[in-house]
T-cell receptor, first 110, second 113 residues
Framework: QKEVEQNSGPLSVPEGAIASLNCTYSDRGSQSFFWYRQYSGKSPELIMSIYSNGDKEDGRFTAQLNKASQYVSLLIRDSQPSDSATYLCAGAYNTDKLIFGTGTRLQVFP | ETGVTQTPRHLVMGMTNKKSLKCEQH?????MYWYKQSAKKPLELMFVYNFKEQTENNSVPSRFSPECPNSSHLFLHLHTLQPEDSALYLC????????????FGQGTRLTVV
């Protein structure tokens, strides 16, 4: 059974702080990882993709992948109240199957 | 116009009804997906179509019947559903050669009464 695990939260951080979201996966065969943001009542929105070990930065977001530890993380710098949402981690198996975690709810308070 | 469009946005149906959900993508993708999202559960992959061919049926009950007439359109036909089938149904699309970066439609909120 391929699984992606996340802490459901909520993770509460003050405005301006760094939010750190974590994800582990069970299958070493997974090749690609994604972070989606989902606002309440809305559909998931792709915010980051990462395919190789190390860090990938895009604006205030940094994704980190460690395949040896089967660990993926997302850092959000200078967190804003508008970042409050559920963040879904997903791993890709083969090229056409995404497995999602349950998501971590992030709350950024002013 | 959004890349992946789903209709209807909301649907209430009785257990004896037959209805269909529609999804259309304007991104030139060749893979389309149906996901189910229930409260407190991960997104559940239901069906995958690549180049109109079904490549995944994730043990979905036969009361859900997908149809993919071409790479841009995907349907989910519903009949004799149960109240526990009430959920958000999400369509997504991707290009198989882009490491499965999937883009979602707005979803259909389904309530079975």
């Amino acid at each position: 059974q391929k699984e992606v695990e996340q802490n459901s939260g909520p993770l509460s951080v003050p405005e301006g702080a760094i939010a750190s979201l974590n994800c582990t996966y069970s299958d070493r065969g997974s090749q690609s990882f994604f972070w989606y943001r989902q606002y309440s009542g809305k559909s998931p929105e792709l915010i980051m993709s990462i395919y190789s070990n190390g860090d990938k930065e895009d604006g205030r977001f940094t994704a980190q992948l460690n395949k040896a530890s089967q660990y993926v993380s997302l850092l959000i710098r200078d967190s804003q109240p508008s970042d409050s949402a559920t963040y879904l981690c997903a791993g890709a198996y083969n090229t056409d199957k995404l497995i999602f975690g349950t998501g971590t709810r992030l709350q950024v308070f002013p | 116009e959004t890349g992946v469009t789903q209709t209807p946005r909301h649907l209430v149906m009785g257990m004896t009804n037959k209805k269909s959900l529609k999804c259309e993508q304007h991104l030139g993708h060749n893979a389309m997906y149906w996901y189910k999202q229930s409260a407190k559960k991960p997104l559940e992959l239901m069906f995958v179509y690549n180049f109109k061919e079904q490549t995944e049926n994730n043990s979905v009950p036969s009361r859900f019947s997908p149809e993919c007439p071409n790479s841009s359109h995907l349907f989910l036909h519903l009949h004799t559903l149960q109240p526990e089938d009430s959920a958000l149904y999400l369509c997504a699309s991707s290009r198989r050669d882009r490491n499965t970066e999937a883009f979602f439609g707005q979803g259909t909120r389904l309530t079975v009464v």
